[in-house]
C-alpha cells in the first residue's frame, strides 16, 4: 500500500522543499493536505505540524489534515506546485505586502519583481542602520539577492525556492 505522502502527492514530483515555520524542534503530529492541484491530481503542497502549531494554525488554507507520526520537522513543506505558481504563492502570501511590489504591475516577470523587492528591502536595512547586526532583514537581502540572480538567468525553480526560504524570515518583519 503506497504511504499517504505518495497518495496525497499523486507521486508527482516535488518542486519545493522548504521549512515554512522557524524556531520550533519539534516533530509533526499533524499532516495537513493542500488544496487540490490545478492542472492535475494530488495536493499542492503537504505541511507538517507539531501540536502547539496546528492548533496556532487553524486557517493554514487546508483540504484536510492527517495524523503523521513525526515522519518531518515540524513547519516542513513539500511542495508539488511548478516554480511559476510557487512565487505566485509567496508573492500573494508575503512578498507584495513586505516590499510594496505588484507582480501583476509587473507581467509576473520575475526579475523585475525580485530586483524590485531587493531594492525596497535594501533601502529599508539602510533605513534602519542595521548594518552589522544579525536582523532578520540582513538576512533576507542574502536570500533575495540568490532569488534575484537565479531570476535574472531564467531559473526559476532556485527563485521559487530562495523565496521560500525567505518566508520564515519575513514572518518575523510583517
Given amino acids: 500500500m503506497p504511504h499517504l505522502i505518495q497518495q496525497l502527492s499523486a507521486n508527482r514530483n516535488l518542486g519545493g522543499l522548504r521549512t515554512g515555520l522557524a524556531g520550533c524542534s519539534l516533530h509533526a503530529a499533524t499532516l ?5 492541484q490545478d492542472d492535475g491530481p494530488g495536493a499542492a503542497w503537504l505541511v507538517f505540524l507539531c501540536p502547539a502549531h496546528s492548533d496556532d494554525l487553524p486557517a493554514w488554507p487546508a483540504a484536510a489534515s492527517h495524523p503523521d507520526d513525526g515522519s518531518m520537522p515540524c513547519g516542513t513543506v513539500l511542495d508539488y506546485r511548478t516554480a511559476e505558481q510557487q512565487l505566485r504563492s509567496h508573492a500573494d502570501l508575503w512578498l507584495t505586502t513586505l516590499t510594496g511590489v505588484d507582480p501583476q504591475a509587473l507581467g509576473y516577470v520575475w526579475s ?15 533605513e534602519a542602520g542595521a548594518e552589522g547586526e544579525d536582523s532578520p532583514l540582513q538576512n533576507m537581502l542574502a536570500v533575495m539577492g540568490l532569488a534575484r540572480r537565479a531570476a535574472a538567468e531564467g531559473d526559476l525553480e532556485l527563485a521559487a525556492t530562495s523565496l521560500g526560504h525567505c518566508e520564515t524570515l519575513a514572518q518575523r518583519l510583517l
Fill in 32 to 36: 495537513r493536505e493542500g488544496p487540490a
Fill in 112 to 126: 523585475d519583481v525580485l530586483d524590485q523587492a531587493d531594492r525596497v528591502l535594501l533601502a529599508r536595512f539602510e
